[in-house]
């Protein structure tokens, strides 16, 4: 297989196998866009909304409208700026860190439950695998 095929054809698999993975969620109204904000916020702490929408990779009027919806089920909280009285910094609440945890849980569960259907040579080639990929995602 060429480097050009290995391309496409791994893509391909992150794809479909992320694509598989989001649609594994608890049953609820969160959207893949306010989940994916509010675990923006997990990983990178408080942020300013501009630092949110440059993470999320959307236009700061779109998450403008996301952070409403996650602030109105109390999910973020908005909190001042320590140096900068004219900007906020948003954080998850502990319910907001719940539901993202109950997200992780399920897909987790059902990962863990595909994997188990592998032969043991087959785990043991999936964990050198991602090894390499996260080899590469931090290049």
Do not use: C, F
């Amino acid at each position: 297989m060429t480097p050009e095929q290995l391309t496409v054809r791994l893509r391909d698999a992150i794809t479909r196998l992320n694509r598989r993975l989001r649609q594994e969620r608890p049953l609820g109204d969160l959207t893949v866009t306010q989940l994916s904000a509010l675990t923006s916020l997990r990983i990178g702490g408080a942020l300013t909304p501009r630092e949110l929408s440059d993470a999320e990779r959307v236009q700061p009027p779109t998450m403008t409208k996301i952070v409403a919806k996650l602030e109105e089920r109390g999910l973020v909280q908005r909190s001042p700026h320590p140096t900068d009285g004219r900007q906020v910094l948003l954080a998850p609440t502990a319910e907001g860190l719940e539901v993202i945890d109950s997200y992780q849980r399920v897909r987790d569960e059902w990962l863990a439950a595909k994997l188990a259907n592998l032969t043991p040579d087959e785990r043991d080639t999936v964990a050198r695998a991602a090894s390499i990929l996260e080899g590469l995602a931090r290049a």
